[in-house]
């Protein structure tokens, strides 16, 4: 067998059985259907931006996966992100706005998701550019 082959086989072979891997974790150890988190402003933030601040969670497409209005608690910074779970619907970024403030991204990694602990982010707003 010519070399190339070998290597193509092999490389198939590991796409394989990192799909079907990637399935059976899912079944075995599915993800949980809500996000939860506290947002702690950072910097100096004059006033109280947790009035109208909102949050969401976005797919690997940037497609809004969430559901619901997305407010922070305006005393303490806590929100909660519920989604339904689906075929290929994994959470990867957590979107944060605030009026007057750019938005600020956290991208989710797969143990940050799985622990199921609540997810801490910083904000600090900064002017929209």
């Known amino acids: 067998m010519k070399p190339l082959k070998v290597l193509e086989s092999a490389g198939l072979g ?20 809500e996000i939860r988190g506290r947002i702690e402003m950072v910097g100096g933030s004059e006033g109280n931006l947790y009035v109208d601040m909102r949050v969401k969670l976005l ?13 922070v608690d305006t005393t303490d910074g806590r929100f909660a992100l519920a989604y339904d779970r689906g075929f290929g619907v994994r959470p990867r970024k957590i979107v944060v706005t605030a009026p007057g403030c750019k938005d600020k991204e956290h991208t989710i990694s797969r143990s940050e998701l799985r622990s199921g602990n609540p997810i801490s982010l910083q904000f600090r707003c900064e002017g929209h550019s």
């Open 14 to 33: 590991l796409i394989a059985f990192g799909i079907v891997f990637s399935w059976g974790e899912g079944a075995l150890r599915p993800l949980p259907d």
């Open 59 to 71: 797919d690997f497409r940037d497609q809004l996966i969430s559901r619901g209005t997305g407010y």
